[in-house]
């Protein structure tokens, strides 16, 4: 049974629906249902309608239509104080199986229930189709996935689209379900389409979720484009596996790039269980980041946490380009790695002009080998840092390496015009034999160090600290050209101008200047290897 309060099922040419009102109705026990139409089977345009029902039913449900086969476009509507309940349940649209136009339409005191996929415009779309929602506002929304094994968000629950959201707002939404967000729960691959959204702001969102969960999308298939993004909002569910601002996870493999620019995350707070990111949790995707910032950001995980990206753990390429993270704390109670921009990553990494400034960086290691702490990066195999900052930082490490900008570097590390100043770099109470470094934690590879500066800084560690790197874990190859130390404080064991401990196949320090140390509790090592211009160098 189709039942809508105009017309339950249309198979009409061009229908158009203008200026109508329904007011306090109520729809029951009907297998498709719409606040206007049950089921459209024909193109439809909706302007200038108010709905106010109360519906349940047993398969598709929408506050305007329940399920739609040919291009709508709904205009200037409003939805409000609603309850809808079904199996795919949608504020306006339980269904979509065609294209659709969303301009200047509204949402506001909506309670959703479902069985199944729940959004706040779109339950679910099934189809290589396109969505696009221009000047739209959800607001005051709650919405329950009562199986929580199906995906929900405040716009479109599970989209198989081409979707592109414009000048939208979503506000004020409490979401229980298992892949949830404030725009699209579960962005699936099935016609390779992606999502790009354009000058969004997501304010005062309540996520609760089993799986992945971010506030453009949860789980994204394919890729994404993100631009204007504002947002700031609370995640805090410790059983969800991927959260983020942006996106909770990213599945897709290096065929797709997914790119956020121009966009912020202020004033919000990430707690989960694993794999927490600022702008993505967990990516095995090509990523571009460019001009983003976080301020006022609060991140919590026990597995790989970082400000922009918590993990990525594929060989893909990521770039990341002037780009700010400030005032901010990250947090790591349990295993792996954490760091300023990107917690763990065995991607192909290029970062530039980042800027890190008065960031709190604390990691509680378990007994683990191999992790990182750092201002930029805490595990990394191949990168490349270029014009890079941290300032007015604190760096604190339990039982692993931390660092400056790198806390754990796998295999091959450039690091060119880079500074470390009024930062403090700890590593305290470890059960390995790991170290605090004032660029590189622990070095297992190639190193290159050009041109940059640390100043100003407090080093304190258990077992081995450097000015540049703590410890050289085998036979590598090190190379420091053109820099400077001023002014350091360490606290250790074995403290090195250069390095804590050395084991070298290759070392070489040209034009480089250090000046103001001051060792406590620890035994100054003479590591000058292969020195060509060294200056005012103590204890060598």
């Not at 995707?285 to 922009?308: E, P, Q, R, W, Y």
């Amino acid at each position: 049974m189709k039942i809508g309060t105009l017309i339950g099922q249309l198979q009409s040419n061009q229908t158009d629906m203008q200026n109508i009102s329904v007011l306090n109705s109520t729809i029951c026990n009907s297998n498709i249902s719409g606040g206007l139409v049950g089921l459209s089977q024909n193109s439809i345009k909706i302007q200038r309608c108010i709905i106010t029902i109360n519906i349940s039913s047993k398969s598709n449900c929408g506050g305007i239509i329940g399920e739609s086969y040919i291009f709508v476009k709904i205009q200037n509507c409003k939805v409000i104080d609603s309850i809808l309940s079904s199996y795919y349940t949608g504020g306006y649209i339980g269904q979509l199986n065609s294209s659709i136009q969303f301009i200047k339409c509204s949402q506001t005191s909506l309670t959703i229930q479902s069985t199944c996929n729940a959004g706040g415009l779109i339950a679910i779309t099934t189809s290589n189709n396109s969505i696009q929602i221009d000047y739209t506002h959800i607001e005051n929304i709650n919405i329950e996935v009562i199986l929580t094994q199906y995906s929900a968000a405040g716009l479109i629950g599970v989209s198989s689209a081409y979707v592109l959201v414009n000048n939208s707002k979503v506000q004020n939404i409490k979401i229980l379900s298992l892949n949830t967000a404030a725009l699209i729960g579960y962005q699936q691959q099935i016609y390779q389409q992606e999502a790009t959204f354009n000058q969004i702001t997501i304010v005062n969102i309540n996520l609760q979720t089993q799986s992945s969960s971010g506030l453009c999308i949860g789980l994204l298939e394919t890729q994404v484009s993100a631009r204007h993004i504002n947002i700031s909002i609370t995640i805090q569910n410790k059983s969800i596996r991927s959260s983020a601002g942006f996106v909770g996870k990213i599945t897709s493999n290096n065929q797709y790039l997914s790119q956020f620019v121009n966009s912020s995350i202020c004033e919000s707070v990430i707690i989960s269980q694993s794999y927490v990111g600022g702008i993505i949790g967990e990516t095995m995707s090509n990523i571009h980041i460019n001009n983003c910032s976080t301020n006022k950001l609060v991140l919590i995980s026990d597995i790989n946490c970082a400000g922009f990206i918590g993990s990525s753990q594929s060989l893909s390429n990521i770039d990341i380009t002037q780009s700010i993270i400030q005032n901010s704390s990250i947090l790591s109670n349990g295993d792996y790695s954490i760091g300023g921009i990107i917690g763990i990553t065995i991607s192909n990494v290029s970062i530039t002009n980042i800027t890190i400034k008065y960031v709190n960086i604390t990691a509680f290691f378990a007994n683990i080998s191999g992790a990182g702490a750092a201002g930029i990066i805490g595990k990394a195999d191949i990168a490349i840092i270029i014009n890079c900052s941290v300032e007015y930082s604190i760096i604190n490490s339990v039982n692993q390496a931390s660092a400056g900008l790198v806390g754990y570097s796998q295999l091959n590390l450039t690091i060119i015009n880079c500074s470390i100043n009024n930062s403090v770099i700890n590593n305290n109470n470890s059960i390995h034999l790991y170290s605090t470094g004032g660029i590189i934690g622990v070095s297992n590879n190639t190193v290159l160090i050009d041109n940059c500066m640390i100043s100003n800084c407090t080093m304190d560690s258990i077992t081995f600290s450097g000015s540049f790197i703590g410890m050289q874990l085998k036979d590598s190859s090190i190379q420091i050209l053109n820099s400077q130390v001023h002014t350091i404080q360490m606290r250790c064991k074995q403290c090195g101008i250069i390095s804590g401990t050395v084991k070298l196949e290759s070392y070489t320090v040209k034009n480089s200047q250090s000046s103001g140390y001051n060792y406590i509790n620890g035994n100054i090592m003479n590591n000058c290897v292969s020195f060509d211009i060294l200056t005012n160098m103590n204890g060598c």
